[in-house]
């Protein structure tokens, strides 16, 4: 290869590159918008530690009232996230069988109620 010819492929080269690497930190707009989606979240925060404790805390207020497990109908308990028929029906009858709730742990006893989907409910749920 010609040797003048190799230093004008590397700057081509180069300037492709660079142009890749602009492109990719400072992202391309199409019509004044990001066409970039956005990796914010839509679930619902996390529980603070002293909701997921149980104990109050007096800055915050709850968004919805909690659904006590001990005295809810079938209804209330299908308004809870990941509560649909079938374990609110278990639900009601494990508290039919056995008595009320004591402590959320209890609620593990019930066949698809994992520790996952308790520690989930802990905000929206009371024992009282």
Do not use: H, W
Not at 18 to 43: E, K, M, N, P
Not at 44 to 57: I, L, M, N
């Amino acid at each position: 290869m010609d040797e003048r010819k190799i230093p004008l492929i590397l700057l081509a080269v180069t300037a492709l590159l660079a142009a890749f690497l602009i492109g990719l930190f400072v992202g391309r707009t199409a019509g004044g918008q990001s066409i970039y989606q956005s990796a914010v979240s839509t679930l619902p925060p996390a529980p603070s530690e002293s909701e997921a404790t149980g104990s109050p805390d007096a800055t915050e207020e709850p968004l919805m009232e909690k659904i006590n497990i001990n005295t809810a109908d079938m209804e209330e308990l299908m308004s809870l996230p990941g509560i649909g028929e079938v374990l609110a029906r278990r639900i009601l009858d494990y508290r039919q069988e056995n008595g009320p709730f004591e402590r959320p742990s209890d609620l593990l006893k019930i066949e698809g109620l994992g520790e996952k989907l308790v520690s989930g409910l802990l905000p929206y749920i009371t024992m009282r």
